[in-house]
């Protein structure tokens, strides 16, 4: 045990993911060793991502306002839905600059053994939304596990009869690697999926 | 790239050790989905880390005052010198309870290709203690590793001819340990400190 602040530090980092008692105790040295505006900077950007950001009122990512800065931008397709499991899973798919549509950000997966239900997800929401009519396709880009798959079903059968081109991301061989290392499961939706490139 | 406050929180938890920019946006989210209470707590020990803990001025422990609480201790033997790279190690010999006296941390050790030399540790100090002649015994206590044993080599031939008795800590195998999965190295030291057990 160290004296008092160091090791009320120690206790307060060890509460955060991934960070076990090792590590815990190095950031707290870490810390005493910084400049004290350093140390000043990150316990302000802890108070304030509380007290700055909060989630969407439309589609659930994060934002600093009521609405997120992709659902006010006048330039994103309205008409085409990506449906993610977290607001992590925008920024990853924005990145691509492929997707130019909207998003709804689900707040998890169906996971039973967390006991996390359809009804804790934003699936309510989304049928909301779907409801004005003005949505013509979604795309549901939840996890290729076990959780995301299962979630994925759960909003297929949801979506089915409504008017509305429900897609998903293609599974297959990811770019860049090696066939050998493919996995069993990802080589046979590789298959599967195959595209016929000429006649 | 996340909106402001997530995106600086992201970035100020990723400059810490051991953090990567995907455990830095794990606990950014994490810190999101916490309660505003708990996000102070972790916000305020950092602040008072930095405001409240200094180094003793005696051996070079964290304290919150002029002298770390071992220091003060009128029960500790002030004739006894354990010498440790960092704090942390204080801590971890007071765990084993085996050790009454008093320390003295370097801070650090001699790393030519980090470019720590002796004049970077506090071993100017050590030898201003060591003069006014309480101390009878110091007990090196630097880590079994190249720049521990580099640090050890150096005070033993500092220490020479001071009338001080210098000592080292046992190596040989890890209590609990097979024989089997120890190195050769610690094996060799084993063999070499092995202690008669009958005549």
Known sequence: MYEG??????????????VGPKSAQRIAFYVLASET???????????EVKARVRFCEVCGNVAEAER???CVDPRRDETVLCVVEEPKDVVVIERTREFRGCYHVLGGAINPI?????EDLRIREL?????????EEVIIATDPNIEGEATATYLQRMLR?????V???ASGLPVGGDLEYADEVTLGRAFEGRRRVSD
Do not use: F
Not at 127 to 135: A, E, N, P, S, Y
């Open 5 to 18: 602040a160091v090791q009320d530090l120690i206790d307060e980092l060890g509460r955060l993911p991934g």
């Open 37 to 47: 505006e350093d140390v000043t900077r990150l316990a302000h950007a802890l108070t």
């Open 68 to 70: 997120c800065r992709i």
């Open 114 to 118: 967390d006991g996390v239900g359809p």
């Open 127 to 135: 049928m909301t939304r779907l409801g004005d009519g003005q949505i």
């Open 161 to 165: 009869g409504m008017g509305i081109a």
């Open 167 to 169: 897609s998903r991301l």
